[in-house]
């Protein structure tokens, strides 16, 4: 079973804002880049609370049948990159977020509106 990009965007941002993290954004690329069509960018405070969050996307996303391609950076929990195929969730520690600033390296990307 294939779960749209849209709903995949959807159950990826409740799950993490159902975890607490801090200033989500969710890029749309689909006229900017053929990586993906979204992007959600968030950060935890905490090692523990950053992986908690990847955590909680992995379940969500499972549950609703869809595939989790990989995940990398879970051990260190500075930044870790999920890709969801059409949606890649990229889960910062506060201190690597504010470093990497990848936001504006996407700059070209429309913010997706959240309710």
Not at 12 to 29: I, P
Not at 62 to 69: F, L, T
Not at 100 to 106: A, G, M, T, V
């Amino acid at each position: 079973m294939s779960v749209q990009p849209s709903k995949l965007l959807e159950l990826a941002l409740k799950a993490v804002e159902d975890k607490k993290a801090m200033n989500v954004v969710a890029l749309d690329l689909r006229n900017v880049s053929p990586i993906s069509d979204y992007f959600i960018v968030c950060h935890g405070n905490s090692d523990i609370q950053v992986q908690a969050i990847a955590t909680e996307v992995r379940k969500v996303v499972h549950e609703a049948g869809g595939v989790i391609k990989g995940i990398e950076g879970m051990d260190s929990a500075r930044w870790v990159l999920m890709d969801l195929g059409d949606v890649i969730v990229h889960i910062f520690h506060r201190d690597e977020r504010e470093y990497y600033n990848i936001e504006r390296l996407w700059s070209d990307a429309k913010v997706v509106e959240t309710v």
